[in-house]
């Protein structure tokens, strides 16, 4: 039976794109299962929804619904791995089971995954032979663990039940994979007058799709009425259409795409099924190696949204301009070198995406799309987009509120900023990153209206004072530049949130920067910092600061007034010692210290309760404080590369510690202590001269460490 066309298929203002659909009528069923068969066209891109429902079903049960497919070529085709998850609860021991096909004898893989509360469940694997099931296995037992079961199967057709065997054996899961596994299966425990979800699968050649309705044990018979099983055929190209007082489109207009559908199977050398029967407002052409585009795409007036990303376009021709209801434009990943002038007629575009052409410039003409908001400009590893400068008309955008130029390669070079640009006054986001700009214009000053702002990478030396009236500003992203130092007007910037400074030149901050009030995010690393400025510690919303690869020798002791810290990087500086106040940062999650010049920790290092990471790697330590067995939240501790020559006994009260590395130490012994870390699932101690224990029995993990302290006993 091929499928059939429906003059309708409606099911809200907003839905995917239905070409038609069939009702079923069962070749046979008996009171264990029903089954059905239907052809269907198949195509490149062809997606088919199975449905069922169970009108006036009055009776609880179990119910599943199985889906295989052979192709017109003889070919058994996957139409993926049968992965079953229960729909309800198991209901007192009900189980939920997956039905599968295998075309010839292979191995077959089966992985329970039990529900967190540890429930127990058995798993059994049944043959059925005309429509009876005969037990294939003796049920296995699974616990709290995820049993991986590998089993030799004979070419058939088998169900896979997973029972659970306590009330709250619940959402667990059953994965079944094999070489050739040709059924996509649900199943599970379907209360009165419900019905089960619908399955999507994906099918390349024409086939004949064989479609089973299984009942469990529990389930009491059809009763009246027998389930109505559906099959739905979608398209590929239209992710979104819209119903217009519920009106439907008129044969001409089906016959539009039908036209384009000839053009591109002429293009494309494949058969692609298409059908449309509701106006179109989102049309999806991507990755479909076009070099031009459809003369009859054009006859589709009210489009909305139009994704050409990832063709291979050199130019677009003249009637893009006819797209007057046009909202956003995707031409990301093309060959596009320029727009036609036309490209101003696109009077109602929002969003425009230009990313990974070969654009030298853009038109004058670019001026003219007055109701643009955003424009992507940049290139990713895949695109040679050179722009070197953006045109006057650009200032014409009155309703542009981001302009990116984000940049992974070195294709744009941006010089400089254009003072139209700045004149940009709805802009709420302006990145410009990885090109080649050199300095600022005062007017700058003008997009009061930034909330975003990233010149990431680029050759900045300094920035003007103006970027002080910026007073809307959250985001600062200035890292990977040439910034020797900050004008004091950055203390302006009183909603400043997140600041990057990183990979700069700076050898000193302002002391204006305290009057960051609300700033939650500081990044100063790669720097040249020797110390903090005064009152440092008044941005007392900081929850982030990065101070690694500076010159820092010491940390002033104030810092305990940023009681909101909870991240703190002070990697490679030259520290000598830390301050005893550093104990006061009580939120602290995670502290990084490695590559500084530390002999010794404070005792007050133990106060730090919500410490979890600790990172003391390559530094001058000889011993630990015994307070760092106070540390209960602890959960990784790095202290490779120090001249510790015993750890404290106390170090066994770390009781949450998972990772501890201790490599390349100067340690003969370790504490018996160690072995009370039950937490512990990685220990690395290599490149130490152990001898209690031997370092062959050390080297093997806590767990023979701990064998042989209890040995010792």
Not at 568 to 577: A, E, I, K, V
Request: glycine share 6%; proline share 6%.
């Amino acid at each position: 039976m091929m499928i059939a066309r429906r003059p309708w298929c409606i099911y809200g203002l907003l839905l995917y794109w239905c070409l038609g659909f069939v009702s079923l009528q069962a070749d046979e069923c008996t009171p264990s299962r029903c089954d059905y068969q239907v052809h269907v066209d198949g195509g490149y891109f062809a997606r088919y929804f199975i449905n069922l429902s169970l009108p006036n079903y009055n009776q609880a049960g179990i119910v599943g619904l199985a889906v295989s497919a052979v192709s017109d070529s003889g070919r058994v085709k996957s139409i993926g791995n049968t992965r079953t998850r229960s729909l309800s609860n198991f209901q007192n021991g009900v189980p939920s089971w997956s039905h599968f096909n295998i075309p010839y004898d292979q191995q077959v893989f089966f992985e329970v995954i039990p529900a967190t509360h540890n429930p127990e469940h058995s798993l059994s694997i049944y043959r059925i032979d005309a429509g009876q099931r005969e037990l294939y296995t003796e049920p296995v037992l699974v616990n709290s663990d995820n049993l991986l079961l590998t089993m030799d199967l004979q070419a058939g057709e088998y169900i896979a039940e997973l029972r659970g065997l306590n009330e709250q054996s619940t959402d667990s899961e059953l994965d079944i994979q094999g070489y050739a596994m040709t059924v996509n299966s649900i199943g599970g425990w379907i209360q009165p007058n419900t019905a089960t979800t619908y399955m999507p699968i994906y099918l390349f050649e024409p086939s004949t799709l064989h479609i089973s309705v299984l009942f469990g044990d529990s389930y009491q018979g059809l009763g009246a009425s027998k389930p109505e099983v559906w099959v739905e055929e979608f398209s590929p190209y239209l992710s979104t259409v819209a119903v217009v007082g519920q009106r439907v489109w008129q044969n001409n207009d089906v016959g539009l795409l039908k036209l384009l559908e000839q053009e591109l199977n002429v293009t494309l050398g494949r058969r692609i099924t298409t059908n449309l029967q509701l106006q179109v407002i989102d049309l999806d052409l991507s990755a479909l190696g076009l070099e031009t585009l459809p003369a009859s795409l054009f006859n589709f007036k009210q489009l909305q949204k139009l994704n050409l990303k990832d063709n291979k376009l050199a130019a677009l021709p003249p009637e893009i301009g006819q797209f007057h209801t046009l909202t956003e434009l995707n031409l990301t990943n093309n060959d596009l070198q320029t727009l036609p002038p036309e490209i101003n007629r696109l009077t109602a575009l929002k969003k425009l995406v230009l990313r990974d052409n070969q654009l030298q410039y853009l038109p004058s003409e670019i001026g003219g799309l007055h109701s643009l908001s955003e424009i992507y400009l940049g290139n990713s590893r895949n695109g040679h987009n050179n722009l070197q400068s953006l045109p006057p008309e650009i200032g014409q955008l009155k309703n542009l509120t981001k302009l990116s130029i984000i940049n992974f390669l070195p294709f744009q070079q941006l010089q400089s900023l254009s003072p139209e640009v700045v004149g940009l006054t709805s802009l709420k986001t302006l990145e410009i990153e990885f090109n080649n700009l050199q300095a600022l214009p005062a007017e700058i000053g003008q997009l009061t209206n930034l909330t975003t702002l990233s010149f990431r990478g680029n050759k900045l030396q300094n920035l003007p004072p103006e970027i002080g009236q910026l007073q809307n500003l959250r985001r600062l992203n200035l890292g990977g530049n040439q910034l020797q130092r900050l004008p004091s007007e950055i203390g302006q910037l009183k909603r400043l949130r997140r600041l990057i400074l990183s990979g700069n030149q700076l050898q000193k901050l302002p002391r204006e920067i305290s009057q960051l009030r609300n700033l939650t995010e500081l990044y100063l690393l790669n720097n040249r910092l020797q110390q903090l400025p005064l009152g440092f510690e008044r941005l007392q919303n900081l929850s982030t600061l990065d101070l690694s690869i500076n010159r820092l020798s010491q940390l002033p002791s104030q810092i305990e007034q940023i009681q909101s810290l909870r991240d703190l990087n002070l990697s490679s500086n030259q520290l000598t010692t830390l301050p005893s106040e550093i104990g006061q940062l009580r939120d602290l999650g995670i502290l990084n210290l490695d590559s500084n010049n530390l002999r010794e920790l404070p005792p007050e290092i133990g106060q730090l309760g919500d410490l979890r990471e600790l990172n003391l790697d390559s530094n001058d330590l000889e011993t630990l404080p015994p307070e760092i067995g106070q540390l209960g939240d602890l959960r990784e501790l790095n202290l490779d590369s120090n001249d510790l020559e015993t750890l404290p006994p106390e170090i066994g009260e770390l009781q949450s510690l998972r990772e501890l590395s201790i490599e390349s130490n100067d340690l003969k012994t370790l504490p018996p202590e160690i072995g009370q870390l039950d937490n512990l699932y990685s220990l690395e101690i290599r490149g130490n001269f152990l001898v209690d224990p031997p370092s062959d029995i050390a080297n093997q993990g806590i767990d023979a460490i701990r064998e042989y302290f209890e040995d010792q006993d």
